[in-house]
């Protein structure tokens, strides 16, 4: 359920992976429902934008997590190379990898027993039958499934202001191309909020030519920080399970034990930790700020680069770790400033950022307390000035990531059935082991998994790296096939 960058990813291991155990036995049949009848890109690429680039380079985006160089070598096969796999490419190019990775399960299906069925519809609920799942359908259609792999994406922004249905206002800025044409080149536009979303539209709309006054807007007005194009640094004081003994010590990991990590890599590389303590605090001009990064980020500057390091580590290894005290404390207190810092933009896209905050025409507004609407336009209330603007354009994430629009209907009814629970920290319950949907009476439910941002409860910021997604999609493949007898007894 769910054909964006996940679904492609479960879509492709599947076919594969049945091909292998049933070459001739027993016909399998794959479908994947998604409404939008874009099989492939999802909410994130869809429809493609030339001028916003992936956040990860080449290599780190492979739908297949057995092959990292999937995405590389698709680019070369099509002429696009030499590609050293460095490259932030655009998200169009990405999205045309997607909808090729579909059209060639289908394909490879076709000759392994497999059939893939790609049907342009919503699923709205799901229900338990013998041994088996019975779905409904937005088009009224009913359906059976032996399995069923729930991918239905990201939460879309959240409109804070109350400024829903207000002319010039646009509640999510996705797809980015059709947001940007029905925005006059002259207008005044602001963008509240100021990470990674903001700037893929900025980006967007300055490549469309817009020529007036764009404002990114949030309370910080901090945006991301920025890139070191190398692979950056191994970590020298920590181990595989260094997270894991901390934890032991106490029975659960606490933030202390993460600045021990951190304090511990630090001092190893001689980097005093008063760098990282000045990048938490809120002192800088936000302008003045990002141009330091985009200078620094040119050498890699060594705070960064070591808890950039530390942050790939702790990805998968700590928040199930956290107790729920620490978890809460990490969303509310905490989460703004770590993406901010840890999720960095590419060079490439810091560097028009740059020029376009020289030029004048973007400006970073941070403090905002209040955006309004009136009948000229919009007025942006911050604690120490006023702006106003002819359109706003919102990317401001909730701080706890609800169910996605389109797949409300569908987790609702699972919930009303009993055959889901709502995480309190954002999506639902799983186990986390298998990927497998927990019911009300915390029993996994055989052959029902959820990926993605629907376990970001469990699984939290490892929700939103492919890499990370990719690994869990191939771990629930693998389980179910694993887990059914017959198609144990198949395999070579
Ligand atoms: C704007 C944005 C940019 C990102 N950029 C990057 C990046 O550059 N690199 C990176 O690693 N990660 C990035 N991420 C993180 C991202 O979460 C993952 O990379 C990945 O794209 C998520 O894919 P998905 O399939 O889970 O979600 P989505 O892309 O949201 O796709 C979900 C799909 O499910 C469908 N769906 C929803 N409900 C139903 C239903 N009831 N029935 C049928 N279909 C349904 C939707 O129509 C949609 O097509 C980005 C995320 C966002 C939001």
């Known amino acids: 359920m769910g054909a964006g960058a996940t679904g492609t990813s479960v879509l492709d291991i599947l076919v594969r992976d049945l091909g292998q155990v049933a070459p001739r036995a027993q016909e399998h049949e794959v479908t994947v429902f998604d409404p939008t ?42 002429g696009r190379g030499p590609v050293t796999g460095g490259e932030f490419l655009s998200r169009s190019i990405y999205a045309r990898y997607l909808e ?3 059209a060639a399960a289908v394909s490879t299906g076709r000759h392994s027993n497999v059939r893939v069925r790609l049907v342009g519809d919503r699923a709205s609920a799901i229900s338990r039958a013998t041994d088996a799942f019975a ?9 059976c499934f032996d399995a069923i792999f729930l991918c239905p994406g990201t939460t879309e922004p959240v409109d804070t202001y109350g400024l829903t249905g207000r002319p010039g206002f646009v509640v999510d800025p996705y797809p980015l191309r059709e947001t940007v044409s029905r925005i006059g080149s002259g207008q005044t536009v602001a963008v509240l909020g100021t990470g990674l979303t903001a700037i893929d539209f900025v980006l967007e709309l300055a490549g469309s030519g817009h020529q007036g006054q764009i404002l990114a807007v949030s309370r910080s007005g901090y945006l991301p920080s920025v890139r070191y194009p190398g692979p950056g640094p191994n970590l020298l004081a920590t181990s595989d399970d260094t997270v894991l003994t901390l934890a032991k010590e106490r029975g659960y990991l606490s933030l202390l034990d993460i600045y021990r990590v951190l304090r511990a890599e630090f001092r190893e590389r001689n980097v005093p930790m008063s760098d990282l303590w000045h990048e938490l605090r809120s002192h800088e001009d936000p302008a003045a700020r990002f141009l330091r990064h985009v200078d620094e980020a040119r050498g890699g500057s060594p705070w960064h680069l070591v808890l950039i390091a530390v942050a790939r580590y702790l990805v998968d290894k700590a928040w199930h770790l956290f107790d729920d005290a620490t978890k809460a404390a990490l969303i509310h207190q905490w989460h703004g400033v770590c993406a901010r810092l840890c999720a960095p933009m590419p060079q490439e896209s810091a560097v028009e950022l740059a020029r376009l905050l020289r030029a004048g025409q973007l400006q970073l507004v941070g403090g905002v307390e209040m955006v309004t609407a009136n009948e000229h336009g919009f007025l942006i209330d911050t604690t120490s000035s006023w702006h106003v603007a002819d359109c706003v354009v919102n990317s401001v994430r909730p701080r706890v990531p609800v169910v996605p629009r389109r797949a409300r209907q569908l987790i609702g009814s699972m919930v009303r059935d009993g055959l889901a629970v709502p995480h ?23 052959g029902l998994y959820a990926l993605g941002e629907l376990t970001v409860g469990e699984r939290y910021v490892e929700t939103t790296i492919l890499g990370a997604i990719t690994r869990r999609a191939a771990q629930a493949v693998k389980h179910l096939i694993d887990r059914d007898p017959a198609l144990r007894q198949e395999r070579p």
Not at 42 to 64: D, H, Q, T
């Open 135 to 143: 779905v409904h359908t937005a088009a009224d259609e009913h359906h």
């Open 37 to 78: 009848m874009r099989f492939g890109p999802g909410r994130a690429y869809l429809p493609g934008s030339e001028k916003a680039l992936l956040n990860l380079p080449a290599r780190m985006m492979s739908v297949r997590p057995g092959d990292p160089g999937h995405f590389v070598d698709w680019l070369a096969e099509r």
């Open 100 to 102: 090729d990775v579909v």
């Open 424 to 446: 309190p920290f954002g999506g639902i319950r799983i186990d986390t082991d298998t990927g497998l949907v927990q019911d009300a009476t915390g029993s996994a439910v055989p």
